[in-house]
């Protein structure tokens, strides 16, 4: 039997990522290892599916060798978090002691815009700039994957209530543009990598949307999508922060959102590439379709009309 493809960050909920990737190579019928924290229902979701699911944590070593022992590829994802260096050194490290052969990183697209004397303010970024650095070094055979900005986890969190209450996205992007990219667009690109990894390592791939244009564009692109009109309204960056707060969530990943913010306002999110068409043969979603597809979640239900 071949040997497994190791997918970190398997038990994702739908749509996140490494959940999405498991389940593309699971339907081209290779062979998946997928790594979730705790045995949950959606563990045993992905056993059904026909992963191999081991339980572990990617800051825990014994555990990463009970994950990586066996696998030659893999594809190592994290979500914000402060502890993102830390466990990226730890699973290279062990898998530099497994000799694996393809290490596909989820990267950050500002990476390319960061060096040994320009970094930002998100603490994520420069975690993530750190981390490809410790990878290269690591002497494994690496690619990096860098998407811009998602469509699920920023636009689907953060917009849908201020479009169904008001008919407005109240961002703070000012007039910068950005290229916002599918959850689902990326997932195809790592599983066309770890699928077929040789010709790809060494290499940086840029992940984007087909178009980068402003919020005033990607309101009209709303406003198409759900047959109602959608105006952009620019909001300061610390109030937007301190509401996000408010909502408990974490400080470290409010100032990574509130960082993204203010680069955005500064144009550093206007990045266009062809990535995501060449690697899979299929152009990345736009945000009209993406918001078509999820018109529920931006539309007040009729009950909520009435009342």
């Not at 994702?12 to 229902?41: H, N, P, S």
């Not at 303010?121 to 990096?144: M, R, Y």
């Not at 636009?155 to 849908?160: C, K, R």
């Not at 105006?231 to 960056?237: E, K, L, N, R, Y």
Request: net charge neutral; glycine share 6%; hydrophobic share 45%.
């Amino acid at each position: 039997m071949a040997n497994p493809i190791l997918v970190t960050g398997a038990a994702g909920r739908v749509g996140a990522v490494g959940r999405t990737v498991t389940e593309l190579l699971l339907k081209q019928g290779k062979a998946v290892r997928a790594m979730v924290r705790t045995e949950d229902e959606r563990a045993q979701a992905l056993r059904g599916l026909g992963a191999e699911v081991v339980v572990g944590n990617l800051l825990d070593l014994d555990s990463m060798h009970r994950v990586i022992a066996g696998c030659e590829t893999m594809y190592f994802g994290m979500s914000v978090s402060d502890a993102y260096l830390a466990a990226t050194v730890n699973a290279a490290a062990v898998a530099k002691h497994h000799s694996v052969k393809a290490f596909i990183n989820m990267s950050q697209m500002t990476v390319s815009q960061m060096s040994i004397t320009e970094t930002t303010p998100s603490p994520q970024h420069k975690l993530h700039w750190l981390a490809e650095q410790a990878l290269n070094w690591s002497g494994l055979p690496v690619v990096h994957v860098r998407p811009t900005v998602f469509l699920e986890g920023f636009f689907l969190t953060l917009t849908p209530d201020s479009v169904r209450e008001s008919d407005q996205i109240r961002l703070p992007f000012g007039e910068g543009k950005t290229s916002p990219v599918a959850v689902e667009d990326v997932a195809r690109v790592i599983a066309a990598l770890v699928a077929n990894p040789q010709p790809h390592i060494g290499k940086i791939y840029h992940l984007t949307g087909p178009q980068s244009e402003n919020m005033h564009f990607f309101a009209q692109e709303y406003s198409k999508a759900l047959g109602r009109t959608i105006t952009f309204q620019d909001i300061p960056v610390e109030p937007w922060r301190d509401e996000l707060l408010k909502r408990g969530w974490p400080v470290h990943l409010v100032n990574h959102l509130a960082a993204m913010g203010d680069l955005h306002r500064a144009g550093r999110f206007d990045r266009k590439s062809d990535d995501v068409l060449m690697l899979t043969g299929q152009r990345p979603l736009s945000v009209q379709e993406f918001v078509r597809m999820n018109a529920a979640t931006f539309t007040a239900s009729a009950k909520a009309k009435e009342a």
